[in-house]
């Protein structure tokens, strides 16, 4: 049998949502396009919450054994936990903590960056990872797939 060398996701997600976030804001900063009033207090609460949710996974992961860097192999599949309401909540935190920054600056770069956060981490890291996982835990993870959502 080969080695597992997991999903072959190489950019640490953070960065993938960190780098477009981080150019949201100095595209903010530089040249503002305001498209709402700025909403700190539902910002601060999104970003907690998915915070939370990021950090719950995290947990849930290390407790079964299995490391949450998406380039090292799975030891088990996950269904319990956040892992009931959502296939990638982890990233799905990651998400909300960028809307939340989009929510405090209340301006067009940052809702692009989300754009481009999402599009980077579904196609490019979720869909990865299900290739993956198919491949690793077969029916289980199959019948999994019909039970809970990739998102929400």
């Known amino acids: 049998?080969?080695?597992?060398?997991?999903?072959?996701?190489?950019?640490?997600?953070?960065?993938?949502?960190?780098?477009?976030?981080?150019?949201?804001?100095?595209?903010?900063?530089?040249?503002?396009?305001?498209?709402?009033?700025?909403?700190?207090?539902?910002?601060?609460?999104?970003?907690?919450?998915?915070?939370?949710?990021?950090?719950?996974?995290?947990?849930?992961?290390?407790?079964?054994?299995?490391?949450?860097?998406?380039?090292?192999?799975?030891?088990?599949?996950?269904?319990?936990?956040?892992?009931?309401?959502?296939r990638n909540p982890i990233y799905l935190g990651f998400l909300a903590v960028a809307a939340g920054f989009a929510l405090h600056w209340g301006d067009l770069w940052p809702w692009l960056a989300l754009l481009v956060c999402f599009a980077v981490l579904d196609r490019h890291v979720v869909a990865r990872e299900e290739t993956y996982l198919r491949a690793r835990f077969g029916a289980p993870y199959l019948e999994y797939l019909g039970r809970v959502r990739r998102w929400i």
Not at 5 to 19: E, F, Q, T
Not at 33 to 47: E, G
């Open 1 to 86: 049998m080969a080695a597992d060398h997991g999903p072959g996701v190489r950019v640490p997600p953070p960065i993938l949502v960190g780098l477009p976030v981080g150019i949201g804001w100095l595209l903010h900063r530089a040249a503002p396009v305001p498209v709402s009033t700025p909403a700190p207090n539902l910002a601060a609460l999104l970003m907690a919450l998915g915070m939370a949710l990021s950090v719950w996974t995290v947990v849930t992961m290390v407790r079964a054994g299995t490391d949450p860097r998406p380039d090292k192999p799975d030891k088990a599949l996950l269904e319990r936990g956040p892992f009931r309401f959502s």
